[in-house]
């Protein structure tokens, strides 16, 4: 398996993603190929004591796309940059899969424009998978690649959600929650009101509406169905509330003593804590919809987050996302679910 | 002063409201009017060792409006309702301010029907005050108001959250930030960028985009505007942020003897700390943009909670808030700021 790894538009400098790519690479025996700046590429494989090898390959570029580009412009104009080169691989499944803590904006537009959708399937849907109180992983689908969204699109999120929970993650008869601002049927907005109808009349477990406030603690569905406008604001304000409350215990432990031991003794419980929550930490989230394995990773990841991402696009060849999710989707009405 | 506060409609039964009431009645120094069921409220009272006199009084009802109901059918419906019959009051001026734990929709309907929008303001807004790290409360409108918003709502929305932190809370020169998916300012969906437009063109104080992971701990803004949807999912989303990760400690913690004692020792920050961050102690959040003083309180509001409810009404009266919010509004272009 060859996975494509865009190390040139991350918040962390190269040398950090190059380094989780070789550890993943290792780790799963798998060939990664590195998009972005050769001669970066090759000094970062050389500070790892690594070479350039059939295992650890470069795909030279010479232009990369910044954080800050506007997405669709950026992809047209930077023929030769790390992101579009890559994109471009995967089409030509000169790569099995494509990795990138890029500009999420342009991953979105050049996947859909250079990989191209599935049949059917009217807009890609970012699927993140979000650590809850019971141990369990609970999907929440679209977290930003569509911030427009019609009812049909987040139907077409539901069925790709519910696709990648049973056939990727290995959840049996996923149950699916709309994002919403009370359990009633009569809450949310007129788009809110369309989806719910569609769900309803639909194949899918609909278990109704789902609120922020409880999908955590209670996890009352396997995946949680919304825009990528609302999905993104979700996912960011849990980041928000999680480390101001950290900031907070921090503050007040340090206040006396008492505190300071306190916060010694529990260090080990905050440390785990981090590491299940640090949402730069968790893995990639896979673009659902587009025809090839792309998976985008948090800005500011590390080698670490780099690694699991890597990881993420594994498990998606492994299971042939893009295959799984095309007969998934279209599939939901003739296998009884 | 008289402060009327609707005991039927919230999840704690009304005793508990009606403690509530009573506790922020003598410490005010202020009549407390209770709208509801007569024999429940008086028995109530008499459980409390007081009774029925001037400073508190009963306005009879014989009907409630549920938290399930459809909120314009509730209001239009249920003509004797504590909901609707202290809104009346309120109109008539004979009760100076308006509060209730109960159903969100109703509250808002029934003020917009009855009460009536001063004038020039399109449609009211909720605004809540959220603590930060800082120790600085952020206030965010809108929670919940309206769901379906146009650019103009949204522009509306921070014109009386800058009135409302500059006259009611003494913010001086409230800098005003738009939530969205990313600080650019070609990030977000087509209102947002309407909206962009707006602020950056109008007399506030306007510092950008501004995300979920950065507010509570860098408080970037003063007050951060966004459409009722939104914000409610912020907020509910915030809550249930900070209540997984309680639960994830607590877990953490109890699996062995290190952990039970570092919990024990930490104790006093986590008690302090669930004090500040309680979602459901949270005063109330006034209703801007209606023509007499509503405060919307939790609807898991227990006696503390109702008794900060009341506080933030007796503030609101105190500071005038329509006539302050009709004036804030309209001398924004005039004041230089």
């Known amino acids: 398996m060859r996975i494509l790894l865009d190390v040139m538009g991350g918040d962390l400098p190269p040398y950090e993603l190059v380094k989780g790519g070789v550890a993943a690479g290792r780790r799963l025996g798998i060939d990664i190929v590195f998009s972005g700046a050769e001669g970066v590429i090759r000094s970062a494989l ?8 059939s295992k650890l ?17 950026a992809v047209r104009k930077k023929k030769d940059s790390s992101l579009v080169n890559g994109l471009v691989a995967l089409k ?35 699927a993140a998978s979000i650590p809850t109180v019971s141990g369990r992983e609970i999907v929440v689908i679209d977290v930003g690649a569509n911030v427009d969204c019609t009812p049909e699109h987040l139907l077409y999120f ?26 009633e049927r009569a809450k949310g907005n007129k788009v809110i009101h369309r989806v719910y109808d569609l769900l309803t009349d639909g194949p899918l477990p609909f278990a109704g509406n789902v609120e922020g406030h409880h999908l955590l603690t209670e996890r009352p569905v396997d995946v949680v169905v919304c825009d990528g406008f609302i999905g993104n604001v979700f996912l960011k304000t849990l ?5 101001a409350m950290s900031s907070m ?16 003794m529990l260090r080990p419980v905050f440390f785990s804590l981090r ?8 893995g990639g989230a896979p673009l659902l919809g587009v025809d090839g394995s792309v998976v985008i990773a948090h800005g500011r990841s590390d080698a670490l987050a780099i690694e699991s991402a890597v990881d993420v696009a594994y498990r998606a060849v492994e299971s042939r996302l893009n295959e799984t999710m095309a007969r998934g989707v279209s599939g939901w009405d003739s296998n009884g679910s």
Chains 1, 2 share one sequence.
Request: hydrophobic share 40%.
């Open 46 to 53: 050389s500070r790892l004591h690594e070479r350039e090898n």
């Open 57 to 73: 390959s470069i795909l030279p570029s010479t232009q990369a796309i910044a954080m800050t580009e506007p997405p669709v412009q």
């Open 92 to 126: 030509k499944r000169t790569v099995d899969a494509f990795v990138s803590p890029g500009n999420t904006g342009a991953v979105v537009a050049g996947a859909v424009f250079i990989v191209g959708r599935i049949a059917g399937i009217p807009r890609p849907g970012i």
């Open 158 to 183: 539901a069925l790709m959600g519910a696709t990648y929970a049973r056939d990727v993650l290995g959840i049996a008869d996923p149950r699916i929650g709309l994002l919403n601002i009370g359990t």
């Open 239 to 243: 980041e928000g509330g999680i480390s």
């Open 249 to 264: 215990i921090k503050k007040g432990a340090n206040r006396n003593l008492q505190g300071k031991l306190g916060g010694l």
């Open 275 to 282: 590491k299940k929550l640090a949402y730069n930490r968790l």
